[in-house]
């Protein structure tokens, strides 16, 4: 997973492999006195075709971590790619293509449109684009999600579950090289929210699709092939073939002072955007 930072450009072999890569991945807010670093020189590398979940306290920069990786959010220094594309430096309309086109989002709040139903809030980011969705694909997203019945339906006649579906589905629609998940289930309760996790991992054993999913739930991680934790900016640990058990462990030595700052503590809670 991470490598020493100097190590340069991907190469073939590298993007055929990795989804999305950084070396020295900086971002800082602020400037003098007040600059928060949210990011410190993270290396990092996205395997093709795994579930990553990525976790840590408030603060650690999770998100920030996400939003660099999908072209969200500008880096201060250090480099990132998508597959062989170095995206740090590209213009905003090279990046808006970009995400358009080989990136998928899931978050939170779902952000499906109310007036649509569900079948045109799938296709809603091609139909922008301009773009004619392969339907055999979409049709194999859509009744792997368990939505053929549900397709005339819209936003508000739809369980919290079935939305978070819906905007899987989305996200999928396209055949993106890499979806990104921002605390999918935080709006759900716990029997929606496996359902939206188990969607998660049969897109990426049956679909052969790549998720990164920022999580503060340990029972969310244990979805997931590959944890990484962040503390202060940094990723300070990882953890292959996950169990709740093991990570909120893991997430205990952390508090108590294991290799994380003092100041940085893992509660299990949902925090604020990182």
């Not at 499906?112 to 301009?130: F, K, V």
């Not at 819906?166 to 289930?185: H, K, M």
């Not at 052969?208 to 503060?216: A, E, L, N, P, R």
Request: aromatic share 4%; net charge negative.
């Amino acid at each position: 997973m991470s490598t020493a930072a100097a190590e340069h450009a991907p190469g073939r072999a590298g993007a055929d492999r990795f989804a999305a890569r950084a070396r020295g991945l900086t971002k800082a807010y602020g400037s003098g006195e007040t600059t928060v670093l949210a990011l410190d020189a993270v290396d990092v590398d996205i395997a093709r075709g795994r579930f990553t979940a990525v976790m840590g306290p408030s603060g650690s920069g999770k998100s920030t971590l996400m939003h660099c990786l999908a072209g969200l959010d500008t880096a201060s220094a250090g480099q990132v790619w998508l597959g062989d594309t170095e995206i740090t430096g590209l213009k905003d309309r090279e990046l808006t293509r970009l995400r358009r086109d080989r990136i998928g989002f899931m978050f939170q709040s779902f952000n499906l449109i109310p007036t649509l139903n569900a079948a045109e809030n799938i296709t809603l980011p091609m139909d922008i684009a301009g773009q004619e969705p392969d339907q055999q694909w979409v049709d194999q997203v859509i009744d792997t999600l368990g939505l053929r019945d549900r397709l005339k339906h819209r936003p508000s006649q739809l369980s919290g579950g079935q939305q978070q579906r819906v905007a899987c589905a989305r996200a999928l629609a396209s055949r993106p090289e890499l979806i990104f998940a921002d605390e999918p289930t935080g709006n759900l309760d716990s029997r929606a929210g496996l359902e939206v996790l188990g969607f998660l991992r049969e897109a990426v054993d049956e679909l052969g699709q790549t998720v990164v999913m920022v999580t503060h739930d340990p029972g969310a991680a244990a979805h997931s092939d590959l944890v990484l934790f962040l503390a202060d900016g940094r990723i300070v640990d990882e953890m292959e073939r996950p169990t709740a058990e093991a990570v909120l462990e893991r997430m205990r030595l952390f508090a108590g002072g294991g290799r994380q700052t003092p100041d940085a503590t893992f509660d299990g809670t949902a925090g604020h955007e990182d």
